[in-house]
């Protein structure tokens, strides 16, 4: 090997040793091993959360005295009948005839209409009604009565009987009771009634009497001795 050659390999040799790195390189930056060489994510930011204003309570309904007027509606037509105003711990605040005027203390209340004539309604119903007033309120209520007007015929045997009576019965409780063949037809309130007929010294059960509402008719019974 000549002399030219041993200087090139020992510069060679010297270059290796320094790790090859040109004058001037930048150094090589090799991947941290703690972190796999991947770069910490940035981190999201923090969702903020606006409260939002609470509901305002309803403010509370004006206390103090209101006026109320009831008025009657018996079947389709006006009516009149008698008015218990009662308040929220039960007990009477003010009673009057429908179509006057009443002061009662506001709240609540509970309205009960009667009808006190026979000669209008024949069982004398009481229609119940809820209200809720405030102080200084002037309302009107109006309680309506549903009405069927009905008379009876008992036929014992197949032949009309006149001096027979059929007493109605709701619930168990004696509503009414008629004479067979009168000529008048009554008010009474509709619905489902049971009956008793006493004929020729006898008795009789019927379980089931249907009174319709807003009628006028006939109810035969017919009765087997």
């Not at 015929?153 to 009771?177: E, F, M, P, S, W």
């Not at 010294?201 to 319709?212: F, G, K, L, S, Y």
């Amino acid at each position: 090997m000549s002399k030219q050659t041993q200087l090139v390999v020992i510069a060679l040799w010297m270059l290796t040793a320094c790790g090859g790195n040109e004058p001037g390189a930048e150094p090589s930056t090799a991947p941290d091993e703690t972190t796999g060489g991947d770069l910490a994510p940035e981190a999201e930011p923090e969702e903020t959360t606006v409260d939002e204003p609470a509901d305002e309570a309803p403010a509370p309904a004006a206390q103090g005295p209101a006026q109320l007027t009831v008025v009657a509606k018996i079947g389709t037509a006006a009516g009149s009948a008698h008015v218990k105003v009662l308040g929220e711990d039960g007990a009477v605040i003010a009673e009057g005839e429908t179509g006057s005027a009443m002061t009662v203390q506001s709240g609540s209340l509970t309205v009960e209409a009667s009808i006190t004539d026979a000669a209008v309604m024949i069982d004398l119903p009481t229609v119940r009604e809820e209200i809720d007033l405030a102080g200084g309120d002037s309302r009107t209520l109006e309680v309506h009565f549903p009405r069927a007007q009905v008379k009876v015929t008992v036929n014992v045997n197949g032949k009309l009987d006149n001096k027979a009576t059929v007493t109605l019965l709701r619930h168990g409780a004696i509503v009414t009771t008629l004479t067979s063949g009168a000529p008048d037809f009554v008010s009474i309130t509709p619905g489902r009634y049971s009956a008793k007929v006493k004929a020729k010294n006898a008795e009789i059960d019927v379980p089931d009497v249907v009174i319709p509402e807003d009628s006028a008719r006939n109810v035969p019974l017919n009765v087997t001795l």
